[in-house]
């Protein structure tokens, strides 16, 4: 009689059992041999039957239920009603963001590619602009479009919305000031902050009840920005509304203290002194920041430029709290009457700003160029300057142009400046001669 063959062990079966093993004590089954069992059984399993079928032992069985659910969490599996684990590819079902359009309709945008799902209004009662879900298409409407229903909802992109705080007969609620949320949203009294906004007034809601598409959203106001019409009031509104950083972190204004108005001597040890260059930076009248400078002189032959940039890199070291909150701003961003800075205010109008008559850290090229504009030679270089002038676009037109006021003020700028000039018309004509289209 044959001898019985003993079931595999988990560390046969598993191909990623090592990987789990390094991981954990008591490692369990792998998110790569789960999703690989239920295609191969090809139908949804429950997490009894999935206990059984594996052969998970006890002491590891809410380990895995825990694993089911990050699955599901991260959208990898999907439960159907009767709590059974499916792949979300073999139930048809489509992960992706969720397109808010103003008029109440959207679409799921597939992650994978292919086409949209159109979302009716009544579907997107469920969903917010943003939100990561799981849809599946239900068939097609009028216009050819394929339609959607909401499955799952994976990840909310709000946790607090910016609208209009209204009281009425008791009852107190928020309409959003973006249009793409078409829901209004109950005022949870008595929780939160202890604010009690006066009707009309703009404020901050922190979301605690979603919309599951039969009831209301609710939240408790976190902040009072202020009376709907009140002067500045739309930039606030666009700053929270498209979650712009606009607060500095803890740890970068612990960092920044270690800066001061000026640059340490130290910090100019062995860079090139370029501050008895005429250097002058160009920008427009309502400019705040200065980060390049330019210097030309006519040579032999050709053109003589430096331009030079703030050396930013000596100041934000990789992967510190300023280069982190930096790449979490990604740019500076321009209002009517207000900027929000990548970089706090003592680095981007002051030390990174190239302000005429102080000392600035600099990066520079040095470039030699022909008649033609050609490069004949370049160097870069670490440096110091002292930006001589700080001139506006109209000023250096208006000095180009011939104003005998201007230049006599700016007597010695002037050869530099026509020579900028020159330069440029050399750099134009020879994009000309390539075909450079002109907007």
Not at 225 to 233: D, I, R, T, V
Not at 252 to 265: N, R, W
Not at 340 to 350: C, D, F, R, V, W
Not at 392 to 403: F, M, N, P, Q, R
Request: aromatic content about 8%.
């Amino acid at each position: 009689m044959p001898e019985t063959q003993e079931p595999a062990s988990l560390n046969e079966r598993d191909p990623m059992f090592e990987r789990e093993k390094e991981k954990y004590e008591r490692p369990i089954v792998s998110r790569e041999y789960i999703l690989s069992y239920l295609e191969g059984t090809g139908r949804p399993l429950t997490l009894e039957d999935i206990i059984a079928e594996l052969e998970v032992a006890e002491d590891d069985q809410e380990a895995l239920r825990r694993r089911l659910r990050a699955m599901e969490r991260d959208g990898q599996l999907v439960r159907n009603r009767r709590g059974a684990y499916g792949i979300v590819a073999a139930m048809e079902l489509v992960r992706g963001t969720v397109s808010a359009h103003p008029d109440g309709f959207g679409f799921l945008i597939p992650e994978a590619g292919g086409k949209d799902l159109f979302l009716s209004p009544r579907e997107m009662r469920k969903v917010f602009h943003g939100d990561t879900i799981l849809g599946r298409a239900v068939g097609e409407d009028r216009r050819g479009r394929i339609e959607g229903a909401v499955v799952r909802i994976l990840e909310r992109a709000l946790k607090h919305i910016v609208g209009r705080y209204y009281a009425d007969n008791g009852v107190h609620y928020v309409v959003p000031e973006d249009r793409r949320i078409p829901q209004e949203f109950a005022v949870v009294e008595g929780e939160g902050e202890g604010l009690t906004p006066v009707h009309g007034q703009i404020v901050i809601l922190e979301i605690t009840q979603y919309p599951d598409g039969r009831n209301m959203p609710q939240g408790h106001v976190v902040e009072i920005l202020g009376e709907h019409m009140a002067p500045g009031m739309e930039v606030e509104i666009a700053v929270r509304n498209y979650g712009l950083p606009h607060q500095w972190p803890d740890e970068v204004l612990a960092e920044i203290k270690q800066f001061s108005e000026t640059v340490p001597e130290t910090m100019k040890a062995g860079r090139r002194d370029l501050r008895d260059l005429p250097l002058v930076t160009i920008d427009g009248a309502d400019a705040k920041d200065f980060d390049d400078a330019v210097y030309a002189e006519v040579i032999e032959n050709g053109f003589r430029l430096t331009v030079a940039i703030a050396d930013v890199a000596t100041y934000v070291c990789p992967d510190s709290a300023l280069d982190r909150e930096a790449v979490t701003r990604g740019n500076s961003v321009y209002f009517p009457r207000r900027v929000i800075p990548m970089l706090p205010e003592i680095l981007s109008n002051g030390l990174c700003s190239l302000n005429p008559h102080v000392d600035r850290l600099c990066m520079f090229c040095e470039m030699e160029m022909d008649a033609a504009g050609r490069s004949t030679g370049f160097r870069f270089d670490r440096g110091i300057i002292g930006s001589q002038r700080r001139f506006t676009y109209d000023e250096v037109a208006a000095i180009l142009a011939g104003d005998a006021e201007l230049r006599a003020q700016d007597a010695a700028m002037v050869p530099h400046l026509e020579a900028l000039h020159s330069l440029y018309e050399s750099f134009a004509k020879a994009r000309e001669r390539r075909g450079t289209i002109e907007f």
